[in-house]
């Protein structure tokens, strides 16, 4: 199995809604990450997990909260989010060496009302 | 800083001719560069990495080059097919280990 997952594919919420994004490999990468892409522009990191801990957080609002359950998963709990966080969240994993070729996910196509 | 970027937002190429995309780089110390491929609605798919310590690595019709005196990194797409339309990115990996990304070239291929 050579695919991150993620779910859901779309989603629509309003600012004061409570809602996660899910992530799942089953490569055995042991990090894994959270990206948010605009419109015609790279992804910009949000969060680096290494070995289900996490490793950096690129100063991103308390309104984006990530989870490792396990070393399979990865969640993105979002909670009063702005309409300018409407974006293309992807999550991507790689073997341990945290930068490598990073494998990533179909990403989630998030919209706040 | 360290900064990754491309010189042309877009690259226009007739089905079946060679595809160029270049990237500049900033900083001389980055030891590993990937290309990834994103096409509309999806997420960025893998092309092909290179070490500092090679100048060129051949994949399945693919060329990366790397340059390091000059700081540049070049996708080599043969044969270009209507399936290559899509943004390519390029990346570095920076001093903290991060992967910092180019701005993006979108390439359109003309049937």
């Known amino acids: 199995d050579t695919e991150v997952t993620q779910t859901p594919k779309h989603l629509v919420m309003g600012m004061t809604n409570k809602k996660s994004l899910k992530c799942e490999q089953h490569?055995?990468?042991?990090?894994m990450y959270w990206y948010k892409q605009k419109a015609k522009k790279p992804p910009e990191l949000m969060f680096v997990?290494?070995?289900?801990?996490?490793?950096i957080n690129e100063s991103v609002p308390s309104r984006f909260s990530p989870e490792c359950p396990n070393s399979s998963l990865l969640n993105l709990h979002l909670h009063a989010l702005q309409p300018e966080d409407s974006a293309l969240y992807l999550c991507?994993?790689?073997?341990?060496?945290?930068?490598?070729?990073?494998?990533f996910g179909p990403g989630t196509r998030l919209t706040v009302l | 800083g360290e900064s990754v970027g491309l010189h042309l937002p877009t690259l226009s190429v007739q089905e079946g001719d060679n595809s160029i995309i270049n990237c500049a780089y900033s900083?001389?110390?980055?030891?590993?560069f990937i290309w990834y491929k994103q096409e509309s609605g999806k997420g960025p798919q893998f092309i092909i990495d290179?070490?500092?310590?090679?100048d060129k690595r051949q994949g399945q019709r693919v060329t990366v080059l790397l340059n390091k005196t000059v700081k540049h990194l070049s996708l080599q797409i043969a044969a270009t097919q209507p399936g290559d339309s899509a943004v390519y990115f390029c990346?570095?990996?920076?001093?903290?280990?991060?992967?910092?990304f180019g701005q993006g070239t979108t390439l359109q291929v003309k049937p």
């Open positions: 991507a994993s790689s073997r341990p060496v945290v930068g490598l070729k990073q494998f």
């Open positions: 490569m055995g990468h042991r990090a």
């Open positions: 997990y290494s070995y289900e801990k996490l490793s």
């Open positions: 900083n001389s110390a980055s030891d590993y």
């Open positions: 290179i070490r500092s310590n090679m």
């Open positions: 990346a570095e990996k920076g001093n903290t280990g991060k992967l910092i």
